[in-house]
């Protein structure tokens, strides 16, 4: 049974590009939640979704958009990058609304 | 605004004795604790979770402890392994809304 998996490992763009990355949940998880994690951090939360509509969002600008598809997987797009930008994006799935959410390995942002 | 945070960013603990991590968090609304460890190269993986209408959730050499009046968790692993190396990061949540995650505390345990 494939845990979280997401796409691609490690990413290196421009400033001002636009960017997308992957996930699929957990077999038999319905919500994804997406975080994005600075160095000497910890992951604060960009938005989670579920039945393929965004329920919540954390305080993040709207050039962070996202995706649900009907198989659950999810993705994340990132608009008008800047360096600050740059971090290890995590993606969690969980069954329903449960607390206790999987992570995935992470995707390694770098913006130049 | 850091909700919640984790003071120390290492601790350093002998094979056998017992590690405490500590976490404090600032919103009263929190009901919902977790601790997840968090090896390199890994995503976070979740170890043990506490209600906020418990004081105490045990699982195997992990406890966790609350004190509401005092915003405060914490975690003990007793006896603490070297393979429990990692960083452990602290996250609370009020109502199922976003998660709330601390900078982390990375932990080492030496043999």
């Known amino acids: 049974d494939a845990g979280v998996t997401q796409s691609p490992t490690h990413l290196i763009k421009t400033r001002g590009q636009q960017v997308t990355l992957r996930c699929s949940p957990k077999?038999?998880?319905?919500?994804v939640s997406w975080y994005q994690q600075a160095l000497g951090q910890g992951p604060q939360f960009i938005f989670q979704?579920?039945?393929?509509?965004?329920?919540q969002r954390g305080n993040f600008p709207d050039r962070f958009s996202g995706h649900q598809f009907p198989n659950y997987s999810s993705e994340l797009n990132v608009n008008a990058l800047l360096l600050g930008d740059s971090a290890l994006y995590l993606c969690?799935?969980?069954?329903?609304?449960?607390?206790?959410?999987?992570f995935g390995p992470g995707t390694r942002l770098t913006v130049t | 605004d850091q909700q919640v945070k984790q003071n120390s960013p290492s601790l350093s603990v002998q094979e056998g004795r017992i590690s405490i991590l500590n976490c404090d968090y600032t919103n009263s609304m929190f009901d919902y604790f977790l601790w997840y460890k968090k090896y390199p190269a890994e995503g976070p993986t979740f170890l043990i979770s506490i209600s906020s209408i418990k004081d105490k959730n045990e699982d195997g050499r992990f406890t966790v402890f609350l004190n509401k009046s005092a915003k405060h968790l914490s975690l003990h692993i007793v006896p603490s392994q070297p393979g429990d190396s990692a960083v452990y990061f602290c996250a609370a949540s009020a109502n199922n809304n976003d998660m709330r995650f601390g900078a982390g505390t990375r932990l080492t345990v030496k043999p």
């Open positions: 969690a799935s969980s069954p329903g609304y449960s607390y206790e959410q999987y």
């Open positions: 077999s038999g998880h319905d919500t």
């Open positions: 979704y579920y039945e393929e509509e965004e329920r």
